[in-house]
C-alpha cells in the first residue's frame, strides 16, 4: 500500500516536507498492448505535444516529488523546453506549500473528523506497533493519533526527527523536482501555476474510510519494518531507480493490486486526476496569448492505458518521446 499512497501525497503539509510519487498504476490499470500507452522502448521522461491549430508545442515532463540528492539529474533537454516556455504547470502550485498562510488554513482539514482517534481504528496490537514506530523516531506521537491515518503513512520511512528539528529535505539529504523546476522559472521570470489546488488534494481523503486509511498506515509501517530487517532496497529505492532508467512503461505496471478492498481507491487518487487534466491542458495550450508550456506532474501519472500520455492521444493530441 506504501507506493499508492505516495503516488498521490505531494506534501506533508504540518512538516513541509515534499513526499515521492509512486512510479505506478495497479495491475488492473497497466498497460496491457495499448497502442496509446508508451512502451517498453520509451525510456524518457520529457514528451512534445502538438495539435492541429496550435502553433507551439508543449511539453510533459515526469517528476518524482523526492529524490536523493545523489541521484538527482535535469537533463539538457527538461531545461530547454523550460526556457521555450511561458509558463510552468505543475500539479499544484509549488510556491502554495511554502505559504504560511495556506498551510495554516489547510490543518484542520488534516485530522479526523470528531475525536476519532487512531486508537479506534485499529486494534490494540496493530495499533501499539504504529505508536511504536513513530515513538522510536524521537516524536511525541500523542500529537499524531488523530491526523488523517494517509498522512502518516507518508511520514513512514522518512527522517522524521530530522523534519521535526525543522530540517526537512535538506536535512535528509533529499531534493524536490519542483522545487528545483520553480527556482529555474522563477529566475527565467516564467508564470507558474497548477492543474489542481490544495484543498481539492485534500478533500480526496474524505472518500476514503478512515479505517481503510488506518490499515494501510499498518503495513506500511509492517512493510517499512522487514524492509529494514532483510536490509534490501526499499521502494522508495526502487522508484528512484525506475526513475533514474526512465521506465515510464515500467513505472506504469509495477504496482501489484495493494489497494484490493478500497472501493475506487485508485480511481480517486489516479485515474480520474489524470482524466481532469486534459481538458486543462489542452485549454492552456489553446490559450489566446499562445506560446508553449511545459507541464510537470509526476512520472507514475504518464504510462499505462489510463496514463497522461494516452488519454492526450485519445483526445487528438500528438505525444512524441523526447531523447
Known amino acids: 500500500m506504501r507506493t499508492l499512497i505516495l503516488c498521490f501525497l505531494t506534501t506533508l503539509f504540518f512538516f513541509g516536507a515534499l513526499q515521492p510519487e509512486v512510479m505506478a498504476q495497479r495491475a488492473d490499470l497497466a498497460p496491457a498492448a495499448s497502442p496509446l500507452a508508451p512502451t517498453a522502448t520509451d525510456t524518457t521522461l520529457l514528451w512534445r505535444i502538438s495539435a492541429p491549430g496550435i502553433d507551439a508545442p508543449s511539453y510533459l515532463y515526469g517528476t518524482i516529488h523526492l529524490i536523493p540528492e545523489e541521484d538527482y539529474f535535469l537533463p539538457n533537454t527538461v531545461v530547454a523546453a523550460l526556457n521555450d516556455s511561458k509558463e510552468v504547470v505543475f500539479e499544484i502550485d509549488p510556491r502554495d ?4 498562510a495556506k498551510i495554516m488554513g489547510l490543518l484542520n482539514k488534516i485530522n479526523m473528523r470528531g475525536d476519532t482517534s487512531l486508537e479506534d481504528l485499529l486494534p ?35 527522517d522524521m526527527q530530522a523534519m521535526g528539528q525543522g530540517g526537512g529535505m535538506a536535512a535528509g539529504g533529499m531534493k524536490s523536482y519542483e522545487m528545483e523546476l520553480t527556482d529555474i522559472a522563477q529566475a527565467a521570470d516564467k508564470r507558474i501555476s497548477g492543474l489542481e489546488t ?17 490499515l494501510m498506515l499498518f503495513e506500511a509501517v509492517k512493510a517499512d519494518m522487514a524492509g529494514e530487517e532483510r536490509e534490501g532496497p526499499n521502494q522508495l529505492d526502487q522508484m528512484v531507480d525506475m526513475y533514474k532508467r526512465r521506465a515510464v ?3 506504469a505496471s509495477s504496482i501489484s493490486d495493494e489497494a484490493a478492498g478500497v472501493a475506487r481507491f485508485e480511481e480517486l487518487l489516479l485515474t480520474k486526476r489524470n482524466q481532469n487534466w486534459i481538458p486543462l491542458i489542452r485549454q492552456a495550450m489553446e490559450a489566446e ?5 511545459l507541464f510537470a506532474v509526476g512520472a507514475g501519472h504518464l504510462g499505462g492505458e489510463r496514463g497522461v500520455i494516452a488519454l492526450l492521444r485519445s483526445a487528438g493530441l500528438t505525444v512524441e518521446p523526447v531523447y
Do not use: C, H, W
Open 97 to 100: 506549500m511554502q505559504n504560511p
Open 124 to 158: 490494540k496490537a496493530q495499533y501499539d506497533s504504529v505508536e511504536a514506530y513513530f515513538s522510536e523516531s524521537g516524536l511525541p506521537f500523542f500529537f499524531f493519533k488523530k491526523m488523517k491515518p494517509l498522512f502518516l503513512s507518508a511520514m513512514v520511512g522518512q
Open 198 to 214: 490544495m484543498e481539492f488534494q485534500l478533500s480526496l481523503f474524505d472518500s476514503i474510510p478512515y479505517t481503510a486509511q488506518a
Open 249 to 251: 512503461a515500467e513505472m
Open 289 to 293: 496569448e499562445g506560446g508553449s508550456r
